[in-house]
């Protein structure tokens, strides 16, 4: 398996979990998220982007990163062409680190959505801020290692059919949930989470970590 480490643009902060997850991945930045790498000690390989989001006063190793350079009117974001450049490099598994939250909701959105894409093509994903973590959902079972108390929700990206959930405090049994129903938000871990898909598209989003403030 070829692991790496995609710094995005969005919320991160540094957690013990983290820095495991990211432990030995190879590392490409997206734009600004050249930021991420000195909060995590890290030194990508590759920096992607047009380059219109460059935090000042980054430290010489950072600065020197190689960069591929796009133009800023663009068919894809930088995130997008980041994990694209880690695919061409032979990855097979995704940290999408600051995936969520940062000042463009659209790309957020749009990492959620990607990862699932992904995720059908055959590729792990993780996406994460440190203090949440999204991982997705396809049809079929899994096994989550999460504390008991631990909230999590599903987002559905489709309408969902056989949806089952155990290990949690409120249990569901092979049910159908509509797009855009909240039945899956705000649950609690309680015991060992599992979840089974019969069909559908969604999203596990699990807050390992919660901050003070939550």
Not at 45 to 73: K, Q, T
Not at 130 to 147: N, R, S, T, V
Request: net charge negative; charged share 20%.
């Amino acid at each position: 398996m070829s692991k790496f480490t995609i710094l995005l643009g969005g919320d991160l902060i540094r957690t013990p979990l983290l820095d495991r997850q990211v432990e030995g991945s190879r590392v490409i930045a997206a734009d600004a998220g050249i930021g991420h790498a000195r909060t995590l000690g890290l030194t990508p390989e590759l920096w992607v982007g047009d380059f219109d989001s460059v935090p000042a006063d980054l430290p010489d190793d950072l600065a020197a990163v190689p960069r591929r350079v796009f133009p800023a009117e663009k068919d894809k974001t930088d995130g997008e062409l980041a994990i694209a450049a880690a695919l061409e490099r032979g990855a097979t598994s995704l940290v999408l680190a600051g995936a969520f939250g940062g000042k463009r909701t659209d790309h957020a959105f749009l990492h959620l959505a990607l990862s699932i894409r992904l995720a059908e093509a055959g590729i792990e994903v993780l996406l994460t801020s440190g203090a949440q973590e999204g991982i997705p959902l396809l049809p079929g079972k899994a096994g989550f290692d999460y504390a008991d108390g631990t909230l999590f929700s599903i987002l559905g990206f489709s309408d969902l059919a056989g949806l089952t959930v155990t290990g949690a405090k409120w249990p569901l049994n092979h049910v159908e949930v509509a797009f855009g129903s909240s039945l899956t938000i705000s649950n609690e871990v309680k015991g060992q989470l599992e979840i089974a898909l019969g069909s559908g598209r969604a999203l596990l989003l699990a807050h390992p970590f919660p901050l003070p403030e939550s």
